[in-house]
């Protein structure tokens, strides 16, 4: 470092001491030892000392408050045009704080382990400082927050196991802890890739916005559908075994429920292997994989799930169920079973898709059948329907086809459905969206199953868990894309942004 660096670094020491006074001892101490803990200059570049040993030790008794300094400058490296790295006497202003001493206790770290600490006027503002999945307990807050980011990220360990595995944080990954004012716990984010943290001034312009639109905090997210009629939109979770909700949540925030019927239970072969004894499941189960809901032009809601299809009435609140058969109780729930595997509405019906069956029923406003349309015998594992116009799009792994009201085809597209996933967009067109998490372009597509283009959906990137990647989502295709993960306690997400469609 040249002198002159050096002098403008000790004149910024000597003004934050002033500024100091008279040092509250009790944070004093809470501050000692932090000028060992400093990041070693050769084995991590990005953090650079800003004095040498020789100048620390003229400072005395004001070392600690250089170490402060030194340890608070941007993370990440600054380009062309972007702030310069400020000093901060962050440590010391919130030593005190019961935002940091709630992350020092939710991380189990003392202050020493503290790299630097800043305040955001709102806890939603996290985005602009740090680059890392949604964080529901933050999207929507209001209140002053405090980002404190420790030295190193956080060890874990494997559940069971004698001795149980312990995996080390990533390199270059460090903790981060934020506070919000009035709220005991913290929001606790471990192993931050060192480079998606950048400390103020500097700031990153956050892409899609989002907001927790319905807050789930007991069942699983299983399907959605938005309800243009109501303004509203549908959404099914369900808890472990049978217990399972129907939820409008208005544009307001307002939200009603409904429970949602089971049927009877479906004994699968008693005995299996091992002698293991597998349970009856109910009829209609909403954790199954092919769960989706649709409305109707009526406007009434419709859920398939497993072997069971709902017809629910929002006028009158009462639901109505219809349980399908399996001829085979050793293939109930399993590849070879005819499970529902796609539902689209269809006038103030339904059109119905089974696993296995290269045929679509449509069921009327009774539950009853009302006709079937014969697809060619390829066609056994449809996973989406779409009825636009006076054609039938369906598809599943092996691609999109188009097909008359009579079953005819007319046409096949090299486009993958999967469960969920092929919904209409006004009177001629479909689109297969998004299902897996990080994806966010929805494939559009004509009557005829050509590809008209593409639209980008709005999302703030989430994270998946350990189990899955899916993604529910559901849109009105103007300026509303909600979305959410298909898991337990999965809050469901909500960007307001337009729509770029194709022409």
Same mark, same amino acid.
């Given at each position: 470092?040249?002198?002159?660096?050096?002098?403008?670094?000790?004149?910024?020491?000597?003004?934050? =001491?002033?500024?100091?006074?008279?040092?509250?001892?009790?944070?004093?101490?809470?501050?000692?030892?932090?000028?060992?803990?400093?990041?070693?200059?050769?084995?991590?570049?990005?953090?650079?000392?800003?004095?040498?040993?020789?100048?620390?030790?003229?400072?005395?008794?004001?070392?600690?408050?250089?170490?402060?300094?030194?340890?608070?400058?941007?993370?990440?490296?600054?380009?062309?045009?972007?702030?310069?790295?400020?000093?901060?006497?962050?440590?010391?202003?919130?030593?005190?704080?019961?935002?940091?001493?709630?992350?020092? !206790?939710?991380?189990?770290?003392?202050?020493?382990?503290?790299?630097?600490?800043?305040?955001?006027?709102?806890?939603?503002?996290?985005?602009?400082?740090?680059?890392?999945?949604?964080?529901?307990?933050?999207?929507?807050?209001?209140?002053?927050?405090?980002? &404190?980011?420790?030295?190193?990220?956080?060890?874990?360990?494997? =559940?069971?196991?004698?001795?149980?595995?312990?995996?080390?944080?990533?390199?270059?990954?460090?903790?981060?802890?934020?506070?919000?004012?009035?709220?005991?716990?913290?929001?606790?984010?471990?192993?931050?890739?060192?480079?998606?943290?950048? @400390?103020? %001034?500097?700031? *990153?312009?956050?892409?899609?916005?989002?907001?927790?639109?319905?807050?789930?905090?007991?069942?699983?997210?299983?399907?959605?559908?938005?309800?243009?009629?109501?303004? *509203?939109?549908?959404?099914?979770?369900?808890?472990?075994?049978?217990?399972?909700?129907?939820?409008?949540?208005?544009?307001?925030?307002?939200?009603?429920?409904?429970?949602?019927?089971?049927?009877?239970?479906?004994?699968?072969? %008693?005995?299996?292997?091992? $002698?293991?004894?597998?349970?009856?499941?109910?009829?209609?189960?909403?954790?199954?994989?092919?769960?989706?809901?649709?409305?109707? $032009?009526?406007? !009434?809601?419709?859920?398939?799930?497993?072997?069971?299809?709902?017809?629910?009435?929002?006028?009158?609140?009462?639901?109505?169920?219809?349980?399908?058969?399996? *001829?085979?109780?050793?293939?109930?729930?399993?590849?070879?079973?005819?499970?529902?595997?796609? =539902?689209?509405?269809?006038?103030?019906?339904?059109?119905?898709?089974?696993?296995?069956?290269?045929?679509?029923?449509?069921?009327?406003?009774?539950?009853?059948?009302?006709?079937?349309?014969? @697809?060619? *015998?390829?066609?056994?594992?449809?996973?989406?329907?779409?009825?636009?116009?006076?054609?039938?799009?369906?598809?599943?792994?092996?691609?999109?086809?188009?097909?008359?009201?009579?079953?005819?085809?007319?046409?096949?597209?090299?486009?993958?459905?999967?469960?969920?996933?092929?919904?209409?967009?006004?009177?001629?067109?479909?689109?297969?969206?998004?299902?897996?998490?990080?994806?966010? &372009?929805?494939?559009?597509?004509?009557?005829?199953?050509?590809?008209?283009?593409?639209?980008?959906?709005?999302?703030?990137?989430?994270?998946?868990? @350990?189990?899955?990647?899916?993604?529910?989502?559901?849109?009105?295709?103007?300026?509303? &894309?909600?979305?959410?993960?298909?898991?337990?306690?999965?809050?469901?997400?909500?960007?307001?942004?337009?729509?770029?469609?194709?022409?």
């Amino acid at each position: 470092m040249n002198d002159e660096r050096g002098d403008i670094f000790e004149a910024d020491a000597a003004a934050g =001491i002033k500024k100091l006074g008279a040092a509250d001892p009790a944070v004093v101490e809470r501050l000692q030892g932090t000028v060992t803990s400093l990041p070693d200059r050769r084995r991590r570049p990005a953090f650079r000392s800003v004095v040498s040993a020789r100048r620390m030790l003229g400072l005395g008794t004001a070392i600690a408050v250089v170490a402060i300094i030194a340890a608070t400058l941007v993370l990440r490296p600054a380009g062309p045009g972007s702030p310069s790295p400020t000093t901060d006497l962050s440590l010391v202003q919130f030593a005190k704080d019961p935002r940091m001493l709630a992350c020092e !206790k939710a991380g189990d770290r003392t202050l020493n382990d503290v790299l630097s600490a800043f305040e955001l006027a709102h806890g939603k503002d996290y985005r602009a400082n740090l680059e890392i999945p949604l964080q529901a307990d933050l999207a929507s807050a209001e209140q002053p927050a405090l980002v &404190v980011v420790f030295k190193t990220g956080d060890s874990s360990s494997s =559940i069971g196991g004698n001795p149980p595995l312990v995996f080390t944080p990533p390199p270059g990954t460090r903790s981060v802890c934020v506070g919000l004012t009035g709220v005991k716990d913290p929001v606790l984010i471990t192993n931050v890739d060192e480079s998606k943290i950048i @400390l103020p %001034p500097a700031s *990153s312009p956050p892409g899609p916005i989002a907001g927790v639109f319905f807050a789930n905090t007991r069942a699983a997210l299983a399907a959605m559908a938005w309800d243009a009629s109501r303004q *509203s939109l549908w959404i099914v979770n369900w808890e472990t075994g049978p217990t399972a909700q129907l939820i409008r949540v208005g544009l307001d925030g307002k939200s009603e429920s409904w429970p949602l019927p089971n049927g009877p239970n479906i004994q699968i072969q %008693p005995v299996i292997q091992a $002698g293991l004894v597998q349970p009856a499941m109910p009829a209609a189960w909403y954790g199954w994989d092919a769960t989706d809901v649709v409305v109707d $032009g009526e406007g !009434k809601v419709w859920i398939a799930a497993g072997y069971g299809l709902v017809r629910f009435d929002p006028d009158t609140g009462k639901s109505q169920l219809r349980t399908f058969t399996e *001829s085979d109780a050793t293939k109930v729930y399993v590849d070879g079973g005819h499970w529902l595997s796609a =539902i689209a509405a269809d006038g103030d019906g339904v059109l119905v898709a089974r696993n296995g069956e290269s045929a679509l029923t449509r069921v009327d406003e009774s539950l009853a059948d009302a006709g079937t349309i014969t @697809l060619p *015998s390829s066609w056994t594992g449809v996973r989406g329907i779409a009825v636009v116009g006076d054609r039938i799009l369906a598809g599943g792994a092996s691609g999109l086809g188009m097909f008359d009201r009579t079953g005819v085809q007319l046409g096949q597209a090299s486009i993958v459905v999967q469960f969920a996933s092929l919904r209409p967009m006004g009177p001629d067109r479909a689109a297969v969206v998004p299902t897996t998490i990080g994806d966010s &372009v929805a494939t559009v597509v004509d009557r005829n199953g050509a590809v008209v283009g593409t639209v980008a959906i709005p999302m703030e990137p989430i994270r998946s868990n @350990l189990g899955y990647d899916r993604l529910v989502l559901a849109t009105d295709w103007t300026n509303h &894309v909600w979305y959410g993960e298909w898991d337990d306690e999965a809050p469901v997400y909500l960007v307001e942004a337009a729509l770029a469609m194709p022409h």
